[in-house]
């Protein structure tokens, strides 16, 4: 169950983490059969880091992802978090899309990445103002810097801003020139780079239109949950780290019907 607190959280950052709500044994399961298929395909062995050489994430992960194993992502918290948050949603086909990224085989430092910011197309829809919730899956423990996903809290107050509700939704090629025109803080966010990203971007933070906003990386352990607003502006990060990231995730979206609206 979701507290007051957290859908207050969740108000105003776009973002909502829930701890272990798949068990452990799931997710393991998983795990296992992304590494039977990382074998197969790639030659890439569990135990021997030195055949990871994949670097890119990893792509033709559709197959895998329909396995029944998969299924499991919607388990009871996942769902009773889903209700709380969105009222009525829609039960997705299947409950995964992978994100999986091995580590990049050269010492590199890691750094808040300039590139492919965005927020997920959705459509508007007259009087709703919680459309859909971004699911992010860890299946395996992800430490900061491994690769897990980032995402500038805070962003989706502005994109309910700047986008013109005479569009079919918001755009996100056309909302980061806007807001990038409008604001260095985000136009060097994601045209920029040089200076102490992580401390701008991730620890200081800063209010763009009185809205605070700062850099959040979806770190934690296997089976954590982060439900995320779907105008959250959102990218990729470079795994530096030892281990690959293995995550799973998914536009979930609003009912017809009775509505909540946030
Ligand atoms: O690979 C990632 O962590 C980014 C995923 C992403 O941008 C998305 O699913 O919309």
Known sequence: MVTEAQLEEFERTGLLRLAGAIPAADTAAMCDRIWDHVLAEHGMQRTEPATWLVEQRMAGLRTVARRDEFMRIGSPAVRAALSDVLGEWTEPRHWGGLLVTFPLREETVWDVP?????????????GARLRAVQLFVLLNDIRPRGGATLVLTGSHHLVSRYADPADDGPHPKRLRRQ???AHPWLRELWGGEGGDRV????VDGFEVDGVPQRVVELAG??????????????????????????????????????????
């Open 114 to 126: 300039s590139i492919v910011w965005h927020n997920d197309f959705v459509p508007f829809e007259a």
């Open 199 to 202: 401390q701008r971007y991730m």
């Open 221 to 262: 352990r296997a089976g954590d949950v982060f439900l995320m607003h779907c105008d959250t502006f959102h990218t990729a990060a470079p795994n530096c780290l030892d281990q690959p990231r293995m995550m799973a995730t998914n536009m979930i979206r609003l009912e017809q019907g009775p509505r909540r609206t946030v």
């Open 179 to 181: 807001l990038g025109a």
